[in-house]
């Protein structure tokens, strides 16, 4: 997969998929399979075009996907081409004809596009798909305006998967999704606390920023390290029987390994979520409770092999 530079200008005609792409959920996966299926049937260089950032004092939520996630999950779905546009305020500035002319035109030769049917561009937002059909005629390029995904009815959008995470409801994000909640890091040296349970965990040291966590809790995960799959408990939160309060952790012991994971990179799929984090007066009941977490983790394991799950 190649990055064009921002504002780098490309001399190969091009169909452009546009959006922030958080999460990277079944509607956008639809824009994308559209994106290069027109491509193909056009001879046009496809290229989606997304942002380093992201307006958060507007949106109000963390992100589902941070930009490196994004652009593994866009290398999963075999995207050719990704333009990452900065949201510096010149481009902000844009009018809806200005953008087209200098970043869909100019910048990217672009022929076709595909957007979803809320997409909105330009200044203050003053630009929306029927201003970029109208501007495609003037420009010479064709737009395609994806309709909304729908699953049992319900419009699949960013902001609904978001608040199903952000409340512990992981496997309804994940139907949404249509892959399992992930993040992604390198495993840091914690105190050692669940290697005294005797049961050693792997600290995560995420991407964090913006980034969304999951609802503070114990669930089954997976883990992805070197391209093999671990069967993996988690906790998201704060230690509360040790009197962990700084910073939210997420620790995950593995089932039936011995790795040595520190300093190393891992990608963390959330798959159920178990119950919430829980303070014990007493250290055995927390071993215990662990216990019990594993046991339901390898039952579910049992019923759904791990090769069976669809991880991206």
Do not use: W
């Not at 910073?247 to 994971?261: A, G, M, R, T």
């Amino acid at each position: 997969m190649k990055i064009i530079e921002f504002r780098r200008s490309i001399s190969k005609k091009t169909a452009v998929a546009i959006g922030m792409f958080d999460g990277v959920h079944l509607g956008h996966k639809v824009l994308i399979s559209q994106l290069l299926s027109k491509s193909e049937e056009k001879n046009l260089s496809p290229v989606i075009y997304t942002f380093s950032n992201h307006p958060i004092k507007e949106a109000r939520r963390k992100l589902l996907t941070t930009l490196n996630e994004k652009l593994y999950i866009f290398e999963k779905l075999n995207v050719e081409n990704v333009y990452i546009a900065d949201l510096e305020a010149n481009l902000m500035e844009m009018s809806p004809e200005e953008f087209v002319r200098e970043e869909l035109v100019k910048t990217l030769n672009c022929k076709f596009v595909v957007i979803g049917e809320d997409f909105r561009f330009g200044y203050k937002k003053s630009g929306d798909a029927n201003t970029l059909k109208e501007l495609g005629q003037i420009y010479n390029f064709d737009v395609i305006i994806a309709n909304k995904v729908l699953k049992d009815g319900v419009a699949i959008s960013s902001s609904l998967i978001h608040d199903l995470i952000l409340n512990g409801s992981i496997e309804e994000g994940n139907n949404l999704l249509g892959h399992p909640y992930f993040i992604q890091g390198t495993v840091e040296k914690g105190k050692g606390l669940g290697r005294h349970l005797g049961f050693p965990t792997a600290n995560l040291n995420y991407e964090n920023g913006n980034k969304l966590l999951p609802k503070n809790g114990v669930y089954i995960t997976i883990g992805n390290y070197n391209g093999t799959l671990l069967k993996g408990v988690t906790n998201v939160g704060f230690n509360p029987t040790f009197e962990e309060k700084k910073n939210i952790k997420i620790e995950s012991h593995f089932l039936d390994v011995e790795y040595n994971f520190y300093g190393k990179f891992l990608r963390l799929y959330f798959i159920k979520r178990l119950r919430d984090e829980i303070k014990y007066e007493k250290v055995q009941d927390l071993r215990n409770q662990v216990m019990i977490d594993i046991e339901s983790t390898r039952e579910f394991f049992k019923d759904n092999p791990i090769e069976s799950i669809h991880i991206i």
